[in-house]
């Protein structure tokens, strides 16, 4: 079984050009997540998805970044304009149950996007 | 607020020596607690995660942990390190209502292993 996959590995872009990230979660995950890493900085929640709606998008910086997830399968994050501040590694991950009693679910990450601005 | 606080960025062992890397918690409810390892141009691996099943809990590779509920810790162990144990390490916290969680991470901490 595939993992979670993202595209592309790396991306370098200047200042004001727009970006997209993707993410295909694992066949059959419902729920899918980002997360950022800034150097240096812990990994910080963006948002979550559970299949094509928006669950939690409180992690999200400002209106520059927006997320779908089309379908409720694979998802794109775009950053537009992006800043200097936006570099750094952009994870995604998903996870299969949708908990209704309590409880948590394993949440499988993918190898991450390194975007970098000049 | 949940949160977990990971002491050392950097921890260097000899391989064979024991491998403890730190990890504490703050959290005002029973807390699900991971450690995640990721390697070099890799993405994050679960390695182990509380669930209150049982406080010893074993992972991949021979890690394990101990959630310590006096002591707010759940600190990673490896009795022996392995020159491919070198990596970086994440301890996380799940936090959120029931079915909408997401993961709280520490800043890591680098795993050095020499000969």
């Known amino acids: 079984e595939a993992g979670v996959t993202q595209f592309p590995s790396h991306s370098v872009i200047e200042k004001g050009q727009t970006v997209t990230l993707r993410c295909d979660p694992i066949?059959?995950?419902?729920?899918l997540y980002w997360y950022r890493r800034v150097m240096g900085k812990e990994i910080k929640f963006l948002l979550h998805?559970?299949?094509?709606?928006?669950?939690?998008e409180s992690g999200m910086p400002n209106n520059r970044f927006l997320a779908e997830r089309t379908g409720g399968t694979y998802s794109t994050l775009k950053v537009q304009p992006a800043e200097l501040e936006d570099s750094g590694v952009y994870f995604c991950?998903?996870?299969?149950?949708?908990?209704?009693?309590?409880?948590?679910?394993?949440?499988?990450f993918g190898p991450g996007t390194r975007l970098t601005v000049l | 607020a949940q949160s977990v606080t990971q002491l050392g960025s950097h921890v260097s062992v000899s391989e064979g020596a024991l491998v403890l890397l730190r990890c504490n918690y703050s959290?005002?409810?029973?807390?699900?607690l991971f450690w995640y390892v990721q390697y070099p141009n890799q993405g994050l691996q679960l390695l182990l995660k509380?669930?209150?099943?049982?406080?010893l809990v074993k992972g991949i590779n021979g890690f394990e942990a101990e959630f310590k509920k006096s002591e707010t810790s759940f600190h990673l162990t490896k009795p022996s390190a392995h020159m491919s144990d070198a990596a970086e390490y994440f301890c996380?916290?799940?936090?959120?209502?029931?079915?909408?969680?997401?993961?709280?991470f520490g800043t890591g901490t680098r795993l050095l292993v020499s000969p």
């Open positions: 509380y669930t209150s099943a049982a406080t």
């Open positions: 066949s059959g995950h419902d729920n």
């Open positions: 959290s005002s409810v029973p807390p699900y």
């Open positions: 996380a916290v799940s936090v959120g209502n029931t079915g909408f969680q997401k993961l709280v």
């Open positions: 998805f559970v299949k094509e709606s928006k669950q939690d």
């Open positions: 991950a998903s996870s299969q149950k949708t908990l209704l009693a309590g409880g948590t679910d394993t949440q499988y």
